[in-house]
């Protein structure tokens, strides 16, 4: 996330929910950080960074949920900052990183918040009770976790089988988008998802509209993937080049 910040042109502040002892092929390991140094890193961030825009990500506990929706629920009634939730469930390994008890209070306390959930293949099925199989169903899952949650939606298709194209759905209620871009063959990259979430964090910051940030999102982890590189066994998302980011 700090480093598609960086990329971006844009300051990143952290708050650590999570320690993860994981690789590029699996998680090992996941531990919480306490809900009251979560909360004081908040606290710490706002008190003299106050972000743009915000994103969260692996949560894990239900404590951890509720410190994150008390938070910026408290802050409804002040000037409101764009809040990303990336609904970090599954890792692409098959590791739990959501705890079951935790999912109730992301749905009632913290989605409603948002002003854009990300979920992909995965994650809608699980916020819907049904996996999409084809971008229509991408579409009738994003109006589904919408109304349902009040927050637009980007469900991301990046796993869709059969498909020769990595297709998103983003929907707000007003604008509909169908981003697509074609896959990049024999690359099998690790940490895509809170790329693209990070990247319209990004824009969001930089003063876009929701919209608009979806696309930057989408160019950016795009070039991302296609310039991807390898470490040892595995690969690692490319360096975007200050041409694409302009043109973002």
Do not use: W
Request: charge should be positive; include cysteine.
């Amino acid at each position: 996330d700090l480093k598609t910040f960086a990329a971006l042109g844009v300051h990143g502040a952290s708050a650590i929910a999570c320690l993860t002892a994981q690789n590029p092929r699996r998680v090992l390991a996941v531990e919480s950080c306490s809900p009251k140094m979560l909360r004081q890193q908040i606290e710490a961030v706002f008190e003299e960074l106050r972000p743009a825009a915000v994103k969260t990500g692996m949560l894990l506990t239900a404590e951890n949920v509720r410190v994150v929706a008390e938070f910026f629920g408290a802050r409804a009634a002040r000037p409101r900052i764009p809040l990303i939730v990336d609904p970090v469930l599954i890792s692409t390994s098959g590791a739990r990183l959501l705890e079951p008890a935790a999912l109730k209070i992301l749905k009632e306390q913290l989605l409603p918040l948002a002003t854009l959930v990300t979920p992909n293949l995965d994650e809608a099925e699980i916020l819907t009770g049904r996996r999409p199989a084809s971008a229509e169903e991408m579409r009738e899952a994003a109006k589904e976790i919408r109304l349902k949650f009040g927050c637009a939606v980007l469900v991301k298709g990046g796993h869709l089988r059969g498909g020769r194209e990595a297709a998103d759905i983003f929907s707000d209620g007003k604008t509909e988008l169908l981003l697509s871009a074609p896959f990049v063959k024999g690359v099998r990259t690790h940490g895509t998802g809170c790329t693209y979430s990070a990247a319209i964090c990004a824009a969001l910051a930089l003063g876009h509209d929701l919209p608009r940030a979806v696309e930057i999102g989408k160019n950016f982890i795009t070039a991302a993937i296609a310039g991807s590189y390898r470490i040892g066994k595995h690969f690692a998302l490319g360096h975007v080049s200050p041409a694409t980011r302009k043109n973002n």
